[in-house]
């Protein structure tokens, strides 16, 4: 089991850049794989990046692709998004999610990840 805890949020104006974190407890999180979703007020959560248990691959929803980067420092059981450019369509609660899994395929749908931290809010100015 894992438990998860997102930091990072905050107000940024358009264009600004923000670097959220997701720390994990336990002693095996270079076994899980890892994501951010975010969920915008009235909308459903929807996914944005996502990682593999070694970082090989990763894979991005189209809006975000060349502004975000997702990574990871397994000796430090943490999960980052770097987001850059960002733009206030961005706004939404950003989560952190993982599943025990150490394959190759990247997951893109809320229900396959079993762990989910409680969220970080960031809020983007025009």
């Known amino acids: 089991q894992v438990q998860l805890v997102e930091s990072g949020g905050g107000l940024v104006q358009a264009g600004g850049s923000l670097r959220l974190s997701c720390a994990a407890s336990?002693?095996?999180?270079?076994?899980?794989?890892m994501a951010w979703f975010r969920q915008a007020p009235g909308k459903e959560r929807e996914f944005v990046a996502a990682?593999?248990?070694?970082?090989?691959?990763?894979y991005y929803t189209d809006s975000v692709k060349g502004r975000f980067t997702i990574s990871r420092n397994n000796a430090k059981n943490t999960l980052y998004l770097q987001m850059n450019s960002l733009k206030p369509e961005d706004t939404a609660n950003y989560y952190c999610?993982?599943?025990?899994?150490?394959?190759?395929?990247?997951?893109?749908?809320?229900?396959?990840?079993?762990?989910w931290g409680q969220g970080t809010q960031v809020t983007v100015s025009s």
């Open positions: 999610a993982a599943r025990f899994y150490d394959g190759t395929v990247v997951v893109v749908t809320t229900v396959w990840y079993d762990y």
């Open positions: 336990g002693r095996t999180f270079a076994s899980y794989a």
């Open positions: 990682i593999t248990w070694s970082g090989g691959r990763t």
